[in-house]
């Protein structure tokens, strides 16, 4: 690794920054629900799957260009998320050990799409083409477009998001209810069509990932785990709750992954992020961004 | 401190070994193989889940990487008997010391956080790096090839009973030799309640706080009961790889594992000492009678796991959902 020329070695740190700002996406849903409803969503890796699915369908079966297919996927996964909550979460908020029936609650949901895909799409891996094809040389270094693609994407929607959040009311809705449920639902704030729409947001910005990884990575049932896992060390790295903290968190795990990557070899990717996660939570549990308290 | 299973120790010491009693005569009401096998995983799912038990429901700590105990356990012993040539009787107990170790280690981490969803991350994220390195090891455990050739037990003869063999055909004997392994660790477990170190775990789970006001060691109790219940999880994994005979990271680290455990427990009743073992009883009969429907096993397990917490959250040994009583949630560990 250290031998590598240099514009190699940024070659490397960019493609860790595209594959970071895609964990980003999934794990700015993972922290939203955390800081709303105060709850683990353990379905959040089969919004992404599904995410996957509904843009290969839309994609292959109906031939719709991708411009048109991603809004359309992330639109479903977002009304799937929707169903989720006002089905298997959303009667469990406030009820003894609500922190632990949602954790198993979403696990069931997640356990059941995950076979529900099997049974409906199949094992079969399945694969979508590039959007753009080629590769552009800047100073040494060659970045496909797709890339770059998907970042510009995860740009636009990490704005969309910050927008969102800080300058319309519905935000500020949202960040009333994460400080104080209490106090926000005194001032007038439905705090529960808060969680719920959170819920979709947070699945459509896991779909949102899926669609732009899509071309690079296949699209199967299992798909969904492993992101969902990396979302978490993710969270945990930034601080679960902490918007920011999963931006950069997934940065940083993005690059460090690339890079173990080139050092070791890929299989031992996992490895080194769930290492990383378990000596976060040992020596910084609140993580990175997260505020310490007791 | 109000556990329901105080109240009549009598009864269920009673209750505990009736059913001893039971298990015993059923080889020799039937030896069908069929009905024997699903017994025997019935009660190794049963004894597994009763493992986690002691932890999640009377320690209250939820951890979600008891797979990672069971796994290593069966790893462990399988290749000890295989490369060393050592007797399974002997490696199984070696392997729960391993596990024991490992859960140790685990410990660390976790003695530091409070939060449930973390310490559900940091143990999930454990048991993932075990078997991810466990698939990797090809020249070791040959992978997801699966490791096979394993001896099974070794025979012995006892007196009046005669010679006790160990084959696929004749699982009377690993069917009693489960029995024991399952009244081994219900039988810690009610030991346990009943003791000093019990009351201190459940004082643990009722409130942290309260509890290391009065004096408890609360680095000491967690260590420990998560050192006993990863080593008898490690030794059930032995038993497993000695009875299937074949093992793939898959089938013995997935977290497919600890979903089946997670379900049985909460289906029988967490924090309830025959809890976990009514729900393996439940839900491995119940699969098999539901044969036909056999590939939407899983999908009715994620269908069981979001029903049980919404309308059963007691589970069905019933009384009181004991463990994780609800504490004011902090975002932070």
Known sequence: ??????????????????????????????????????????????????????????????????????????????????????????????????????????LGVSIFLQNAALHIWGERFKTVPYFINGTIDIVGMRLSYQRLLILAVAVVAMLAMWYLLRRTRFGMALRATAMDRDAAMLYGVNVYR?????????????????????????????????????????VVLGGLGSFPGAIVGGIIIGIVETLGVITWSSQWREVISFTVLILILWFRPWGLFGVKES | MTAPENKKPLNNLLILIGIAAVLGVVPLVTQEAYFLHICILALLFGALASSWNLINGYAGIFTFGHQAFFGLGAYGSALMSMKLGLSPWVTMWIAG???????????????????????????????????????????FTRGELGLWGIPPFTSFS?????????????????????????????????????????????????????????????????????????????????FYAHYVLILTPSSALGIDIMIQIVAMTLIGGIGRLLGPTIGAFILTFGLEWLRGFGEYRMLIYGVLLVAIVMFLPKGLASMRFGALRRRKSTPSP
Not at chain 1, 218 to 229: D, K, N, R, T, V
Not at chain 2, 115 to 129: C, D, G, M, Y
């Open chain 2, 158 to 238: 006892l007196p009046l009973i005669g010679p006790v063999t160990f084959d696929a055909a004749h699982k009377v004997a690993y069917f009693y030799v489960v029995v024991l392994l399952w009244l081994l660790i219900v039988g810690i477990t009610y030991w346990i309640l009943r003791n000093r170190f019990g009351f201190g775990l459940r004082a643990i789970r009722d409130s942290q706080i309260a509890a290391e006001s009065l004096g408890l060691n609360l680095t000491r109790y967690k260590t420990m009961v998560f050192a006993l219940s990863s080593m008898l999880a490690g030794v059930l994994g032995a």
């Open chain 1, 1 to 106: 690794m250290f031998s590598m020329p240099l514009p190699l070695f940024a070659e490397q740190i960019i493609n860790g920054i595209v594959l970071g700002s895609m964990y980003a996406l999934v794990a700015s849903g993972l922290t939203l629900i955390w800081g709303t409803m105060r709850m683990l969503n353990f379905a959040h890796g089969e919004f992404y799957m599904l995410g996957g699915y509904f843009f290969f369908l839309l994609i292959s079966s109906l031939g719709l260009p991708p411009a048109l297919a991603v809004p359309l996927a992330i639109s479903l996964v977002f009304l799937i998320g929707l169903a989720v909550q006002r089905l298997a979460v959303h009667p469990l908020l406030g009820r003894p050990q609500w922190e632990f029936s949602t954790l198993v609650a979403t």
């Open chain 1, 194 to 234: 808060v969680f719920t729409i959170t819920f979709g947001i947070a699945a459509a910005l896991a779909g949102l990932a899926a669609t732009m990884l899509a071309s690079i990575n296949s699209i199967s049932p299992w798909m969904g785990a492993p992101l969902m896992l990396k979302g978490f060390v993710v």
């Open chain 2, 97 to 139: 010391v391993m596990s024991a170790a490992l859960g140790c280690l685990i410990s660390l981490p976790v003695l530091r956080i409070r939060s449930i969803p973390h310490i559900a991350i940091v143990t999930l994220a454990f048991a993932e790096i075990v078997r991810i390195v466990c698939s990797n090891l090809t020249e």
